[in-house]
T-cell receptor, first 114, second 109 residues
Framework: GAVVSQHPSWVICKSGTSVKIECRSLDFQATTMFWYRQFPKQSLMLMATSNEGSKATYEQGVEKDKFLINHASLTLSTLTVTSAHPEDSSFYIC??????????FGPGTRLTVL | DAKTTQPTSMDCAEGRAANLPCNHSTISGNEYVYWYRQIHSQGPQYIIHGLKNNETNEMASLIITEDRKSSTLILPHATLRDTAVYYCIVRDRDDKIIFGKGTRLHILP
């Protein structure tokens, strides 16, 4: 099956710094990538949808200036959490969709902001 | 708004079949029923999907009622590694995936 990777798998940063998370589709070209956030004991919440070469579409309530998404190629999307605060600590998961419209999920990145 | 309703949690004895129900009474004609699961601290894993007919793969079976208003995911011989949160999702094939609260399945030794 299709493989999606994320890097890093976990990161700890100081409050006020920015953190970049990468999402890669390893064996297929992803026309669309999605970013989710999951707080402890809660379900995944969709943050944004990104299409290669165009601006991301953010879900209601998600600050686009705080969560910068870049989808520069068909195999790579990045999420940058700018000026991170402790309340941004969460599990961030990406998924990638191919032309067949099936979505494949990455393993997630755990962000802890001190 | 959640398109599906699932029980919050279920228990199943190891080796027995786990039957997870899902109600989706407002499903439209071109929407599929998808099942994913999430093992603790991992990304969601695709299990199976279907439109009208029952489906089976190496992981599970999906039984969809004739009126398509409900479905059941069946794990034929549950193991401890099947302990996870199971999400039933209704969507068009090119729609984004919106997760509900899912069912927390505990496999008991």
């Amino acid at each position: 099956g299709a493989v999606v990777s994320q890097h890093p798998s976990w990161v700890i940063c100081k409050s006020g710094t920015s953190v970049k998370i990468e999402c890669r589709s390893l064996d297929f070209q992803a026309t669309t990538m999605f970013w989710y956030r999951q707080f402890p004991k809660q379900s995944l919440m969709l943050m944004a949808t990104s299409n290669e070469g165009s601006k991301a579409t953010y879900e209601q309530g998600v600050e686009k200036d705080k969560f910068l998404i870049n989808h520069a190629s068909l195999t790579l999307s990045t999420l940058t959490v700018t000026s991170a605060h402790p309340e941004d600590s969460s599990f961030y998961i990406c998924s990638a969709s191919s032309l067949s419209d099936e979505q494949f999920f990455g393993p997630g990145t755990r962000l802890t902001v001190l | 708004d959640a398109k599906t309703t699932q029980p919050t949690s279920m228990d199943c004895a190891e080796g027995r079949a786990a039957n997870l129900p899902c109600n989706h009474s407002t499903i439209s004609g071109n929407e599929y029923v998808y099942w994913y699961r999430q093992i603790h601290s991992q990304g969601p894993q695709y299990i199976i999907h279907g439109l009208k007919n029952n489906e089976t793969n190496e992981m599970a079976s999906l039984i969809i009622t004739e009126d398509r208003k409900s479905s059941t995911l069946i794990l034929p011989h549950a193991t401890l590694r099947d302990t996870a949160v199971y999400y039933c999702i209704v969507r068009d094939r090119d729609d984004k995936i919106i997760f509900g609260k899912g069912t927390r399945l505990h496999i008991l030794p």
